[in-house]
């Protein structure tokens, strides 16, 4: 409850208009409350685009990057989304790039205005999945202090990392952008839980994919080298 209080007091974020949404217990912000919430803050503009290396429209595999400017002066907050047919709901099969593009603004603007949680259409497939619903259920319950979600997920992370050959400081980079937060300590344990289990579906379903994904933010690594 604490949570959903700071939200709606600090974001003005309302429940009974749709900003949030609840899930298997967990709160979730809306495509439709980011935008409102930017609209309130006075968003100087949102500009978005494909990341064209990394699209396949032959099989349905977008990704896209969003800029929010919160001001004129702004340089910007920027969030990637992606989308293909292995992570997104069944239900909308055939509107991946619209996903990849929402996903993206949904990021951008959640780094911009602070918001900690997942954006509801991020999750994809897991919220809906009974087998993913029970997956998540097997990880024991971890204290939310920003440690990488608790030992359990960290080394489940860590698992992936060397059963897929990942590079750890992509894996970071992405998912602090899936997360959108400024560092991975600063994630909740479902938003790195959500992670994981994004993580693992990927890398199973089409490691190719996953790999183009992280290769995304060398960029960002190089930078930080």
Same mark, same amino acid.
């Given at each position: ?36 919430? =930017? ?18 429209? &032959? ?18 907050? !920027? ?12 239900? !909308? ?5 619209? !996903? =990849? ?42 204290? $939310? &202090? ?47 839980? &959500?992670? !994981?289990?994004?993580? $693992?579906?990927? $890398?199973?379903?089409?490691? &190719? $994919? ?16």
């Amino acid at each position: 409850m604490g949570l959903l209080k700071k939200l709606t007091t600090d974001h003005l974020l309302c429940v009974a208009l749709g900003d949030l949404i609840l899930l298997e217990g967990c709160w979730y912000v809306t495509h439709a409350g980011l935008l409102r919430l =930017a609209r309130s803050k006075r968003c100087s503009g949102i500009r978005v685009q494909p990341v064209r290396d990394f699209c396949d429209p &032959n099989h349905g595999r977008w990704v896209f990057e969003a800029t929010v400017f919160t001001s004129r002066d702004c340089k910007g907050f !920027v969030g990637y989304g992606d989308a293909d047919v292995s992570n997104v709901s069944p239900l !909308v099969h055939g509107a991946e790039m619209r !996903v =990849a593009e929402t996903r993206a603004v949904n990021r951008a603007l959640r780094k911009a205005y602070g918001i900690g949680i997942c954006s509801v259409e991020e999750i994809g497939p897991f919220a809906e999945s009974p087998q993913s619903s029970r997956q998540s259920k097997k990880l024991p319950a971890q204290p $939310a &202090n920003g440690n990488y979600g608790g030992p359990k997920v960290r080394d489940r992370l860590c698992q992936l990392i060397r059963q897929h050959q990942l590079d750890p400081t992509l894996v970071k980079a992405y998912a602090t952008d899936f997360c959108g937060t400024k560092t991975l300590r600063e994630a909740t344990r479902e938003q790195v839980e &959500n992670f !994981v289990a994004h993580l $693992a579906d990927w $890398a199973e379903k089409d490691r &190719n $994919a996953l790999l183009c994904q992280l290769n995304s933010y060398m960029s960002t690594k190089e930078g930080t080298a």
